[in-house]
């Protein structure tokens, strides 16, 4: 810890003092041991201090930030030239997640356009303060047009048909009952469809023992080309950087990244059956292990195997339980779903640009994707500003935060969930979340609060029935437990 510290505080200081250019070779010589480094805390078995680390946050207002990005997309496969200044995009690892989503969101617009001049001029300016990109250059929209009772259906169909060329062109959703063309269809759809897919009902998956997560199955229930279609659907999820329902471990992106599965991710998966590995292991003595009659035949996915197809019932000992342990994770993570991720990744990618995904780690592309746990409610309520005469003191707000503080933990999760659309929170954590909340115009004592989610702003009515609180209370939850907010059956 101590090392990466000094090298990245000494890279700090170069930057902070406009070195980068005048002592480019002492940049370049920071950034390759920071790099020795990071390959040394990535090797083991899980991350010896946390990726954070490495993230030099200077580099968003020290550099300049987007021509480094703008020539790295449109040079990256010339090899990298020391006499030249250092580009950080060559050094992920020191990338706050903020900037490599900037990479996404100038990639996206790069596909938009013919040209690097073309880049350029659609992009002439650079905001530090929130690494805002300027919208995007006109270009051609990929449309959906969407039933609500048939969504899944509808979705594969329409991707199945596409030019796949189309895929990275803005995403455009519409439902056939209501044509607007907002971005709130778009978080909507992808809410709503992922749902979908992520039950039992959709035959797609295999689930764990606890029934928490997801995985491919070894024996497929559905054509091949739907997991490549769901695969199209979660590359369009991260092109468009909307966050999705996506409760698949930790073994999903690695698989992406071509990282190799590990006891850790079985640990995830099915802690128990973890637990039994981590014990044949490290505790049982031979004695033991002989005694417990494990063979080479294992079931996984309601699948009988043999993970040594060379000796039918091979028994497990003390001299080949490693390589039982290591046969039994690569079967579950590796071989059995071996085509079905086959056309899942290639689906992905076929919307996803491989040197723009390579840029994250793991831990960092599942953050991504599908947000993340850390519901602080206390910045939530610091970060709400009010309108239309509503204020943090006017008693209704009083009564409506003492009403919410008052809520269990999945309640308020649901509150969210009305508010905003997603279900997780954004990776930049509740900060990100500004909620407006305005007296809703009309309303009754009979209304329901309403959100509108692209804005996340919460319709308030002026409840004056004694007492408040229990028919903000009752109002309040009935809208939560109807969804409410944009999407209505």
């Known amino acids: 810890m101590k090392q990466i510290l000094a090298f990245k505080n000494a890279l700090v200081f170069m930057l902070k003092n406009g070195l980068l250019k005048t002592h480019n070779p002492g940049v370049r010589y920071l950034l390759e041991a920071l790099k020795l480094l990071f390959k040394a805390n990535k090797s083991g078995k899980s991350y010896k201090v946390p990726l954070s680390t490495f993230y030099v946050e200077e580099i968003i207002t020290c550099t300049q930030l987007y021509q480094d990005i703008v020539v790295w997309l449109c040079f990256s496969e010339q090899k990298d030239d020391a006499t030249i200044s250092v580009n950080f995009c060559n050094y992920p690892f020191t990338l706050p997640l903020i900037c490599k989503l900037a990479v996404c969101r100038t990639f996206a617009i790069k596909e938009a356009c013919q040209t690097a001049h073309d880049l350029y001029k659609w992009c002439p300016a650079w905001q530090h303060e929130s690494l805002n990109l300027p919208d995007s250059p006109p270009a051609p929209v990929f449309q959906l047009i969407l039933r609500r009772h048939h969504l899944v259906e509808d979705t594969f169909r329409q991707l199945y048909a596409a030019d796949t060329e189309a895929f990275r062109r803005e995403l455009v959703v519409q439902f056939v009952d209501d044509r607007k063309d907002t971005n709130v269809n778009r978080r909507d759809f992808f809410l709503h469809v992922f749902e979908k897919l992520m039950t039992p009902q959709s035959d797609m998956f295999m689930h764990n023992e606890s029934q928490t997560l997801f995985w491919f199955p070894p024996k497929p229930k559905v054509p091949e080309k739907q997991y490549y279609l769901f695969g199209v659907l979660c590359g369009l999820a991260l092109y468009n950087l909307n966050i999705i329902y996506l409760p698949f471990p930790l073994i999903l992106f690695k698989k992406l990244l071509r990282a190799n599965p590990s006891l850790d991710d079985m640990k995830e998966f099915e802690p128990v059956m973890a637990q039994s590995f981590q014990c044949i292991l490290e505790e049982y003595t031979p004695e033991v292990i002989e005694s417990l009659n494990t063979t080479f035949t294992v079931s996984w996915g309601g699948e009988v195997v043999e993970l040594d197809p060379n000796e039918k019932g091979k028994p497990v000992t003390n001299s080949n339980k490693k390589e039982f342990v290591k046969a039994f994770i690569n079967y579950a993570f590796k071989t059995s779903v071996e085509r079905v991720f086959e056309a899942f990744e290639r689906g992905f990618f076929k919307v996803c640009d491989w040197k723009v995904v390579k840029l994250f780690q793991p831990q960092e592309l599942q953050d991504v994707m599908m947000g993340q746990e850390s519901w602080d409610w206390e910045v939530f309520k610091q970060n709400t500003v009010y309108e239309g005469g ?28 009305f508010l905003t659309g997603c279900s997780r929170v954004p990776f930049t954590g509740m900060k990100s979340i500004t909620m407006t909340i305005a007296v809703m115009l009309k309303g009754t004592e009979g209304h329901f ?13 002026l409840y004056q029935r004694y007492p408040v609180e229990l028919t903000m209370r009752a109002r309040l939850l009935q809208a939560i437990n109807h969804n409410r907010g944009f999407w209505k059956e």
Do not use: N, S
Request: hydrophobic share 40%; proline share 7%; aromatic share 20%.
């Open 390 to 417: 509503y204020h943090a003191d006017h008693p209704t707000i009083v009564a409506f935060w003492q009403v919410f503080e008052e809520l269990t933990e999945e309640q308020r999760k649901g509150f969210f969930l």
């Open 449 to 461: 609060p309403e959100a509108l989610t692209c804005h996340y702003l919460l319709y308030l009515p």
